[in-house]
């Protein structure tokens, strides 16, 4: 089956710094890709919608500045969280779009940032 | 190893009738639950979660079964509109749900009219 893969699967950094997540789709390709931000116990919170070749597209209250992601090719978008800071530390997953409706999604197995 | 498991890609219900969606999970370590709905070209949305120290969880039309020693749950759509129509994802985690989530593969359901 499709497999979506995260790279670095968890990462210790420190405040100020720059922090860049992978996505890559293994077997198929993705049009469209998503970020997620995890919260304990609470749903994930959709930060942005990265589509090949274009700007992504980024939910309210979520700063693109801060959170740039670039979708360079079918297979592969990234994540890169700028002068992390220590409120940034979360789990961060992404999804890839399959099918031709785009009916369905394949999840990344997160990546853990702490930032200290 | 797919430590969470939806079996069923796909299933089909008639309007008003109860649909039924499994997963089954391998790590013994989880401990939170939750079922997510995703409709074509958007982001799952949250559904319905279930902590493993209860077994049900019911929310409206949405009732979520946890079998701890079968290491299975289920969500109950009662009754099912078309509206429902959509792909349900399963997601577990642990320590509470403070750990990352780890997600099924996704069951569509379409709800006939």
């Known amino acids: 089956g499709a497999v979506v893969s995260q790279h670095p699967s968890r990462v210790i950094c420190k405040s100020g710094t720059s922090v860049k997540i992978e996505c890559r789709s293994l077997?198929?390709?993705?049009?469209?890709m998503f970020w997620y931000r995890q919260f304990p116990k609470q749903s994930l919170m959709l930060m942005a919608t990265s589509n090949e070749g274009s700007k992504a597209t980024y939910e309210q209250g979520v700063e693109k500045d801060k959170f740039l992601i670039n979708h360079a090719s079918l297979t592969l978008s990234t994540l890169t969280v700028t002068s992390a800071h220590p409120e940034d530390s979360s789990f961060y997953i992404c999804?890839?779009?399959?099918?031709?409706?785009?009916?369905?999604?394949?999840f990344g197995p997160g990546t853990r940032l702490l930032v200290l | 190893d797919q430590q969470v498991k939806q079996n069923s890609p796909s299933l089909s219900v008639q309007e008003g009738r109860i649909s039924i969606l499994n997963c089954d999970y391998t790590n013994s370590m989880f401990d939170y639950f939750l079922w997510y709905k995703k409709y074509p070209a958007e982001g799952p949305t949250f559904l319905i979660s279930?902590?493993?120290?209860?077994d049900k969880n019911e929310d409206g039309r949405f009732t979520v079964f946890l079998n701890k020693s079968a290491k299975h749950l289920s969500l109950h759509i009662v009754p099912s509109q078309p509206g429902d129509s959509a792909v349900y994802f399963c997601a577990a985690s642990a320590q509470g749900g403070s750990e990352k989530l780890v997600f099924g593969k996704g069951t569509k359901l379409t709800v006939n009219p």
């Open positions: 077997d198929f390709q993705a049009t469209t």
């Open positions: 279930i902590s493993s120290i209860k």
């Open positions: 999804s890839a779009e399959a099918g031709a409706l785009q009916e369905t999604q394949y």
